[in-house]
């Protein structure tokens, strides 16, 4: 009988319709969903809904890896270095994600204050969010980007070339120019030169001048003026020539370093190009293409929305039993701080109540003595009257005198006598 109750128990509990098997382990999901883990095992309905909220907060871990990953193998092309960056600030993100989800409660707070509350985490995440995306972005349009890359750095050899010839023309011309001056005075001064040689020539031989062939004198001096002419200008005519080689030089430099500078910018231009050379390229095919523009925005809202999923994954989730326990539990052990702290206020108070009731106890009992002896010296004084053996000269003394002594001896002042 006892085994057909038992069997007849076991037809209609669920563990008949299948092999019983261990619950898994989420451990590792609730610590990255932030939750107190030995107080969520109590609670086996909620254990569903804080592994799915840490398996959010899990996959921006992953996402944030992966992205700065890519943004520093574009910049440093050192796979080490790329790794360990990656995993430095995937943890960032991951650990700045479980803080925004793990200081928001559900219960005992109402729900226009979560939503405050959630705003500035929101605003957080979107920023983190934009942050991932971008990076992410770049992998996923790469090729058109580097058809992209290709043609921005073209026209950036292009606006170069223009500039060189530019620079080159205008360096040219005026080295032309300055040739040109010095080619001029050259000219002038051989001129002049020529013309004293040929007055001389004319001289001597009778075909100019004085028209007389062997006058000595005339050719002599028409001579001398023209050696003096040519001492004068032979150092002025080695400078305009070593001017007018210079300036050649520089002619043949500019058309000869045009091409040598054009090829140094091409390969330059090519090797440099790094992350924000991506990014441009980019934002250029977001305004040229609307297609690229909706898909670059529908991916980043994406991300971005798997960023702020935790918060908003939190924001929605409805209070289950983990929650009110959560909050029971942090709430009792502030109230229980709240009284020790008010315990020890009121012990403070109590004490110091009777130390100055104690206080005033004392004083009560010293006014009252000073007042009995005031009361017997005034008796005994009076007595002195009526038996006629009072003096006042004496007795203002002697008074005097017993009032200083009582208040050096109970240091009073004269408020503290009635």
């Known amino acids: 009988m006892a085994a057909d109750n038992h069997q007849e128990d076991n037809l209609y509990s669920y563990d008949s319709f299948g092999e019983k098997r261990k619950p898994s382990d ?46 520093i193998y574009t910049i440093f092309n050192n796979l080490l270095l790329t790794f360990c960056f990656a995993i430095i600030w995937g943890l960032i993100i991951f650990n700045f994600d479980r803080f925004l989800v793990a200081t928001m409660r559900k219960y005992g707070i109402s729900k226009r ?162 992350f924000l050379e991506r990014n441009k390229a980019l934002s250029d095919l977001n305004s040229e293409e609307s297609s690229v523009f909706w898909t670059s925005l529908l991916i980043s809202l994406l991300i971005i929305l798997i960023e702020v999923g935790p918060i908003l994954s939190k924001l929605i989730m409805p209070v289950g039993p983990y929650d009110i326990a959560l909050a029971k539990e942090e709430l009792l052990a502030m109230a229980a701080s709240e009284n020790d702290i008010r315990q020890d206020k009121e012990v403070s108070y109590e004490k110091k109540k009777v130390f100055y009731q104690k206080q005033k106890e004392m004083s009560d009992k010293l006014v009252s003595k000073l007042s009995s002896l005031q009361e017997k010296h005034i008796n005994e004084e009076l007595e002195k009257w009526e038996r006629g053996d009072w003096d006042p000269r004496d007795h203002r003394a002697s008074m005097d005198e017993v009032m200083r002594k009582i208040k050096e001896k109970y240091q009073l002042g004269e408020d503290g006598l009635i």
């Open 113 to 274: 204050k979560q939503i405050w509350m959630a705003v500035p985490r929101i605003a957080l995440a979107l920023l983190i969010g934009l942050t991932i995306a971008r990076p992410l972005e770049l992998k996923i349009f790469e090729k058109e980007i580097n058809t992209k890359v290709v043609e921005n750095v073209h026209k950036k050899i292009q606006l170069n070339d223009s500039l060189l010839k530019i620079e080159s023309a205008n360096l040219a011309q005026t080295a032309t120019d300055e040739r040109n001056r010095l080619i001029t005075r050259k000219q002038q001064i051989e001129d002049t030169l020529h013309q004293l040689q040929q007055a001389y020539l004319h001289e001597a031989d009778g075909t100019a001048g004085s028209m007389q062939r062997g006058i000595e004198n005339i050719t002599r001096l028409k001579l001398n003026a023209f050696d003096q002419a040519r001492t004068q200008y032979g150092p002025e005519l080695a400078q305009l020539n070593t001017g007018i080689q210079e300036q050649d030089r520089i002619l043949n430099d500019a058309n000869a370093g045009l091409e040598s500078k054009r090829k140094l910018y091409e390969q330059a231009a090519v090797a440099n190009v790094g």
């Open 26 to 71: 989420h451990r590792f999901l609730w610590w990255c969903a932030g939750a107190h883990q030995d107080l969520l095992k109590q609670y086996p309905s909620e254990h569903a809904k804080y592994s799915g909220l840490g398996g959010v907060i899990l996959a921006t871990f992953v996402l944030a890896g992966l992205s700065a990953g890519y943004a």
